[in-house]
C-alpha cells in the first residue's frame, strides 16, 4: 500500500543514514523511493534498533536491486507501542510484514576449496606439507594453463584467473591473495580445517627442472574429497635435495603429502554447474570475441576521445578558463564545492557542525543553508557545470560577494564523535580515458529536487539528453562513514 500525508509527513532518514534515527520509543515506517510501504515495526529506542546491521531485514533491504529506502518515524510511548503497531499493520498492510526473512545461504571454506580444485585439478600438484607452519602447498603451473586456454592478453589471463579464485556464492572465507594477479603471479591462501592451503606458481621450480632436464612423475591422491596429483616420493627427494626457495622457507623443511591426510569434514553438495571446465572455456571464448574484458560494455563510436581537453575545446570550453574567487581543494587542479546534504534538516536538528566558516559570524539562526566543502577537479567542473550545476555549488571564497549571504561551509559534518556523513557522488568514464571522473551533489539548490533518487534521475536525464560521447554512470548515495576508515 502507498503511505499517505500521514506518513509522509514524518520525519525520514534514508537507510543509509540510519544513525541519525532518534534515541527515543516509537514507530518506524520503511517507504521506497515510490512511496510503497514495505514494513512496519517498533522499537524502544529507534536509533538502536537500527544499529550496525542488528535489524532482521536488513540484508534484505540492501539486496533489493533498484529501490531506496527511507526509515520515516514517530515518537510513541513504550506502553502503547504494541497497539498501535499492530493497528498500523493492519491498515497499510506492508509488503514484508509477516513475510518470511530472506537468510542467504553460508557456504564453507571447504566447499569453496573443492571448488577450486575442480577447476584447476590439470594444472596443480601437491608439492609437500610444512609441519611448523600446519600448512599444504600447492604448485600451480600457469604456463599450461594459459596455454591450455589460449589466452590472448594479460588482461584475458588475470579474468580467467579471478573466475577460478573468486566465488560469487557466500562463502565464510575467501580466497586471500598476496599482492595483486598480474604478470603471472599467483600467490593466494586459505584456511580450512586446520590448515592452510597455499597456491603459488613457483616458477623457479620448473626453470630447475629445465636445466637439469627433468620430468616430474606424479601419483594420484585423494585431497579434501577430490583426485589431485602429487610428487612421487624419488621427485619429492630431488626437489628436496635442491632445497629450493619456497615463499619463508625451502623444499627441504617439507614432508610428503599423505593420501586422504586432508579429510572433508562438512562434505556439502558441490554442483558440477558451479566448476565446469567448459565453462571456464567459454569465459575465454567470451574475451576473444569482446563480449569481457575492458571496452566491453561501452558502444563503439566514430572518434575516441584522446583527452578531457579534446573533449572541452569540442564543446567550445577552453580547458585553463579561469574560476576567479573559488578556493582550490587539495591540489593544484581540484576545486572547492558546497553540497547542501539530503539529511539536512535531519543533521540540523542533531548533528554537530564543526563550522569553520560562516558568513555571520555567531548567528546561526540567520543561516539558512550549510554546505558541506567537498572537491572536484577543475576540468571535470567546467564540463559538468551546465548539467550539475544546480546540485553541487562553487565554492567561492567567504568575502567574495558571489557567496550566498545566508549560507555557512563546514569542513565536516559530524553525527557522533567518530561518524560523519558523506556526500552522495556520481562518477562519469568516458570510453578513451583511462580513468572516471566523480563529482559530489546533493539538493538541488531551487528546491524542486531534495531526495537522492529525484536528483539521480535528473543527472541522469540530463546527461541523456546531452550531446556527448557514451559514457558510463555511476551513482553512490550519501552515507555515514567511521573516521580512519574508508
Known amino acids: 500500500m502507498l503511505a499517505d500525508e500521514k506518513i509522509l509527513r514524518l520525519p525520514k532518514v534514508s537507510l543509509e543514514t540510519k544513525e541519525l534515527l532518534p534515541e527515543y520509543s516509537g514507530i518506524y515506517y520503511v517507504v521506497d523511493q515510490n512511496n510503497v510501504v514495505m514494513y512496519i515495526g517498533k522499537a524502544k529506542n529507534l536509533q538502536k534498533r537500527w544499529q550496525g546491521n542488528s535489524h532482521h531485514r536488513i540484508d534484505q533491504l540492501k539486496r533489493t536491486k533498484g529501490h531506496q529506502f527511507y526509515l520515516h518515524y514517530e515518537k510513541v510511548p513504550q506502553y502503547n507501542l504494541d497497539q498501535i503497531e499492530k493497528n498500523l499493520i493492519e491498515q497499510y498492510r506492508p509488503e514484508l510484514n509477516d513475510t518470511p526473512v530472506k537468510k542467504s545461504t553460508i557456504w564453507s571454506a571447504e566447499a569453496l576449496l573443492r571448488e577450486t580444485i575442480r577447476k584447476i585439478n590439470d594444472f596443480i600438484f601437491i608439492l609437500g606439507v610444512s609441519e611448523q607452519y600446519k600448512t599444504i602447498y600447492l604448485n600451480f603451473d600457469y604456463q599450461a594453463f594459459t596455454r591450455?586456454?589460449?589466452?590472448?592478453?594479460?588482461?584475458?589471463?588475470?579474468?580467467l584467473i579471478k573466475e577460478v579464485f573468486v566465488s560469487?556464492?557466500?562463502?565464510?572465507?575467501?580466497?586471500?591473495?598476496?599482492?595483486?594477479?598480474?604478470?603471472?603471479?599467483?600467490?593466494?591462501?586459505?584456511?580450512?580445517?586446520?590448515f592452510k592451503i597455499d597456491i603459488q606458481n613457483r616458477k623457479n621450480i620448473f626453470e630447475v627442472l629445465s636445466k637439469k632436464n627433468i620430468c616430474l612423475s606424479f601419483q594420484e591422491v585423494e585431497f579434501a574429497g577430490e583426485k589431485i596429483r602429487t610428487?612421487?616420493?624419488?621427485?619429492?627427494?630431488?626437489?628436496s635435495q635442491e632445497d629450493l626457495k619456497v615463499y619463508n622457507f625451502t623444499t627441504s623443511k617439507l614432508r610428503p603429502y599423505q593420501s586422504s591426510e586432508f579429510k572433508v569434514i562438512l562434505n556439502e553438495e558441490i554442483k558440477p554447474s558451479?566448476?565446469?571446465?567448459?565453462?571456464?572455456?567459454?569465459?575465454?571464448?567470451?574475451?576473444?570475441?569482446?563480449?569481457?574484458?575492458?571496452?566491453?560494455?561501452?558502444?563503439?563510436?566514430?572518434?575516441?576521445?584522446?583527452?578531457?581537453?579534446?573533449?572541452?575545446?569540442?564543446?567550445g570550453i577552453q580547458p585553463d578558463q579561469p574560476l576567479p574567487d573559488v578556493y582550490p581543494?587539495?591540489?593544484?587542479?581540484?576545486?572547492?564545492?558546497?553540497?547542501?546534504?539530503?539529511?539536512?534538516?535531519?543533521?540540523?536538528?542533531?548533528?554537530?557542525?564543526?563550522?569553520?566558516?560562516?558568513?555571520?559570524?555567531?548567528?546561526?539562526?540567520?543561516?539558512?543553508?550549510?554546505g558541506l566543502i567537498s572537491g572536484v577537479n577543475r576540468k571535470i567542473w567546467l564540463l559538468f557545470e551546465e548539467f550539475i550545476g544546480d546540485f553541487s555549488y562553487l565554492g567561492y571564497r567567504i568575502e567574495s560577494p558571489n557567496f550566498p549571504n545566508n549560507h555557512a561551509c563546514t569542513e565536516r559534518v559530524?553525527?557522533?564523535?567518530?561518524?560523519?556523513?558523506?556526500?552522495?557522488?556520481?562518477?562519469?568514464?568516458?570510453?578513451?580515458?583511462?580513468?572516471?571522473?566523480?563529482?559530489?551533489f546533493g539538493q538541488d539548490i531551487h528546491q524542486q529536487f531534495t531526495t537522492f533518487e529525484a536528483v539521480k534521475s535528473e543527472i541522469t536525464r540530463r546527461l541523456h539528453d546531452a550531446d556527448l560521447p557514451p559514457f558510463k554512470l555511476t551513482f553512490t548515495p550519501e552515507k555515514i562513514v567511521t573516521k580512519g576508515r574508508r
Not at 591450455?148 to 579474468?159: A, M
Not at 616420493?233 to 626437489?239: A, E, P, R, T, Y
Open 148 to 159: 591450455k586456454y589460449s589466452t590472448q592478453s594479460l588482461d584475458e589471463e588475470i579474468g
Open 168 to 194: 560469487r556464492k557466500n562463502h565464510i572465507k575467501k580466497w586471500e591473495w598476496h599482492g595483486r594477479v598480474k604478470f603471472a603471479n599467483i600467490h593466494t591462501q586459505i584456511e580450512v580445517n586446520n
Open 231 to 239: 610428487l612421487s616420493q624419488k621427485d619429492f627427494d630431488l626437489l
Open 274 to 315: 558451479w566448476v565446469t571446465k567448459e565453462e571456464l572455456k567459454k569465459i575465454q571464448e567470451q574475451y576473444s570475441l569482446g563480449i569481457r574484458g575492458k571496452n566491453s560494455r561501452i558502444i563503439a563510436v566514430e572518434k575516441t576521445i584522446l583527452s578531457l581537453d579534446e573533449l572541452l575545446i569540442s564543446r
Open 329 to 370: 581543494y587539495r591540489g593544484n587542479d581540484t576545486i572547492r564545492l558546497y553540497i547542501h546534504l539530503f539529511e539536512f534538516d535531519e543533521l540540523r536538528k542533531k548533528a554537530s557542525f564543526n563550522t569553520y566558516y560562516r558568513k555571520v559570524d555567531n548567528q546561526i539562526n540567520y543561516i539558512d543553508v550549510i
Open 414 to 440: 559530524w553525527v557522533s564523535p567518530r561518524k560523519y556523513i558523506q556526500p552522495a557522488r556520481v562518477t562519469i568514464k568516458f570510453e578513451g580515458l583511462s580513468s572516471g571522473f566523480g563529482i559530489p
